[in-house]
């Protein structure tokens, strides 16, 4: 109904993948050739585009390959739920996520809401060094002047002695 499907059938059909029916009324454009993106899966819309077969993603003894599936099928639905604006969205996520860890997904909320995990993303990475230099900065606890910390001024024995 938003057109996202149908952008995800024209890039199906412009990278010469076949479309296969999947479950949960997706649809699995597989054998994509080109590099870009890297991952095996991508979605666009209601169409998830692969660059293995349609039996490789939806074998159901493969623990992994149905987390895959899973983690494309909650793309669909922030697909459908935003429509078109989901590419602004998404691609403004991916740079918040490259700014702070040099990754674009393990900070960007789509990859989050479709799970880190079962996408096969990293859970966590450590912010960029500049900016943990900058976070310690700002917490970085203040002392005394006396250089005893935890004690009143002017006092050298614990209260009520």
């Given at each position: ?12 059909g ?28 991508f ?6 585009i ?9 074998d159901?003894?493969?623990e992994r ?28 996520a ?14 960007n909320?789509?990859?989050k ?18 900016l ?20 009143e ?9």
């Amino acid at each position: 109904m938003n057109g996202t499907t149908l952008a995800g059938l024209l890039v199906a059909g412009l990278t010469g993948t076949r479309i296969r029916r999947g479950r949960h009324g997706v649809l699995i454009a597989e054998n994509y050739r080109f590099r870009f993106p890297a991952g095996t899966c991508f979605t666009v819309g209601s169409v998830i585009i692969t660059k293995r077969t349609a039996e490789w993603l939806l074998d159901e003894r493969d623990e992994r390959r149905v987390r895959l599936f899973t983690h494309e099928c909650r793309h669909a639905s922030q697909y459908a739920f935003l429509g078109p604006l989901f590419w602004p969205a998404y691609w403004l996520a991916c740079g918040w996520s490259i700014a702070l860890t040099r990754s674009y997904g393990v900070r960007n909320w789509f990859e989050k809401n479709a799970g880190l995990a079962d996408g096969a993303y990293p859970e966590e990475l450590p912010l960029r060094p500049s900016l943990q230099r900058v976070i310690s900065r700002r917490r970085k606890p203040m002392t005394p002047p006396s250089g005893e910390v935890g004690r009143e001024e002017g006092r050298t024995a614990p209260p009520g002695t």
